[in-house]
């Protein structure tokens, strides 16, 4: 087939934006990536360029494979091929690498999500051994306000990624986990009420994203968490509240008593044992 890779760290950040646009130019859902967006996305999920990958054919970039990873773990953060290299074989060729240095790496997992939808991909993914953990949600909120009584206050977002580490559920989707928490900043916001918290984005722009609602063991089942999303919204009125289609389905419960309604997009959550 031809296909060969070089480190993803052997290019400039403007040089890898570009060729993750051009991996994901004409994808099932419109992805653009921006440098600042990019930098952030290293930063927050912990993708290690040393291990990512860009694929060449005849020494042109073509795709690439972007990896994040934390101790015996690794995820695919991204994969893309350029539009007129889909179906050659070279989505196969870059994963059966990728799993190959993950393993000479001496790591034990590799996770990813993937939408629901996209057929091809999972097909791609199943025959290289992952497997289905959950489906993953989004759900969104419109402009709406419900008075709710009782205050709130901030905390640090460090404080939420602390609780998140000891009680939050031990297989949450990367980008939700204590460490990926733990890297949001202000303007981000983090709120507690009572034996409840929250971490959203910034509140000062229309479209807020909640990445984070959790309650403390001895609290949960009082409805408490549906009760903090509500004054959060109060506290913010006139928003669109977004929770990215990486929300484990079993929660969503919490999201749709507060009035949230999922949207259409899922994907599902996977994993590989190496």
Not at 58 to 72: S, V
Not at 143 to 163: F, K
Request: aromatic share 8%; glycine share 8%.
């Amino acid at each position: 087939m031809g296909f060969t890779s070089n480190p993803a760290s052997d290019y400039s950040n403007s040089e890898l934006v570009d060729i993750l646009n051009r991996g994901f130019e004409g994808y099932f859902v419109p992805i653009t990536f921006h440098v600042m967006a990019f930098l952030n996305m290293l930063r927050k999920d912990g993708i290690d360029l040393t291990a990512s990958r860009v694929i060449l054919k005849d020494d042109r970039p073509i795709g690439i494979a972007l990896l994040a990873r934390r101790g015996w773990i690794s995820r695919l953060a991204a994969m893309g091929i350029g539009r007129e290299y889909r179906g050659t074989g070279a989505g196969s060729w870059c994963m059966a690498q990728i799993i190959q240095e993950a393993r000479q790496r001496g790591e034990r997992e590799m996770l990813l999500e993937v939408i629901e939808q996209n057929a091809p991909a999972i097909h791609l993914y199943e025959k290289f051994g992952f497997d289905i953990v959950r489906r993953l949600i989004g759900l969104i909120y419109k402009n709406a306000v419900d008075p709710v009584s009782g205050e709130m206050e901030e905390v640090d977002i460090r404080t939420v990624s602390n609780l998140i580490a000891h009680c939050g559920l031990p297989d949450l989707p990367w980008q939700l986990s204590a460490e990926s928490i733990a890297q949001i900043n202000p303007p981000a916001r983090a709120y507690r009420k009572g034996q409840a918290y929250a971490v959203i984005s910034n509140p000062d722009i229309n479209d807020v994203v909640i990445w984070s609602v959790l309650v403390e063991p001895p609290g949960r089942g009082n409805g408490l968490g549906t009760d903090m999303l509500k004054s959060i919204i109060a506290r913010h009125p006139h928003k669109t509240w977004h929770v990215p289609a990486l929300l484990p389905e079993e929660l969503g419960i919490v999201y749709e008593r507060a009035g949230f309604v999922r949207e259409e997009l899922s994907q599902w959550q996977m994993k590989l044992t190496l």
